[in-house]
């Protein structure tokens, strides 16, 4: 069973602080995506990465995808209470179906 | 992009009946998902839903226990049959339609007493 482990599980910090969020597997992924939940809402989607090593930049986060298509992080600069939200990674080896990751909770204090 | 909506938002219900979810898009879809997110956690995805033919479960899910219809391009529905506590949590119905991101609709948040 493929498995897509998130860390931290939360995160609370202050509105300024950066902070980096990390989905690991053992498993190779041809495709890895990034969505943001807010409560009451469905995920979001952020960004799409697929090339081993590509870092993709929207506006204050960037998201990367290990060498070996395994893992990625997003890393949040400046963060702002309006980044509150469930952040989850997904994964495809290459079929319509994702899997999703366990999910990072983040809240942003003002 | 695809817009997504979902009814009911939310229930409560009685243990030992059944709801059905519906989810409409606003465009024709190639596919269309139902997913569970379980209070406080990640997604799980329960099902595809197959235009014309059944569905195809995942591993833990079974037909008699959520049965979904796919009448058309842009329309399913979920049925949660026989309900438990145990199946309170938020369902989810994604599309995507030809390339590889999702669109998600609301959810319907189910609460089973």
């Known amino acids: 069973t493929q498995l897509l482990e998130q860390s931290p599980q939360f995160l609370s910090i202050q509105e300024g602080e950066n902070l980096t969020v990390y989905c690991n597997s053992s498993?190779?992924?041809?495709?890895l995506q990034w969505y943001r939940q807010e409560p009451g809402e469905g995920p979001v989607l952020l960004v799409t990465v697929v090339t081993g090593g590509e870092v993709k930049k929207l506006k204050r986060l960037t998201f990367q995808f290990g060498d070996a298509r395994k893992d990625s992080s997003l890393h949040i600069t400046a963060a702002q209470p309006g980044d509150t939200g469930l952040y989850l990674c997904a994964a495809t080896s290459g079929t319509y179906k994702y899997i999703f990751g366990t999910g990072t909770r983040l809240k942003v204090l003002a | 992009s695809a817009v997504i909506s979902q009814k009911p938002s939310r229930d409560i219900c009685q243990r030992g009946t059944s709801l059905t979810i519906q989810c409409q898009v606003d465009s024709q879809v190639t596919m269309m998902f139902w997913y569970r997110q379980q209070p406080g956690q990640s997604l799980t995805l329960i099902a595809t839903?197959?235009?014309?033919?059944?569905?195809?479960?995942e591993s833990g899910f079974v037909i008699d226990k959520f049965p979904i219809s796919r009448p058309n391009l842009t329309f399913s529905t979920l049925t949660v049959s026989n309900m438990s506590p145990e199946d309170s949590s938020i369902y989810l119905c994604?599309?995507?339609?030809?390339?590889?991101?999702?669109?998600f609709g609301p959810g319907t948040r189910l609460t089973v007493l």
């Open positions: 839903a197959n235009q014309g033919s059944e569905a195809t479960y």
């Open positions: 498993s190779v992924f041809s495709s």
């Open positions: 994604s599309v995507t339609s030809g390339g590889n991101e999702q669109f």
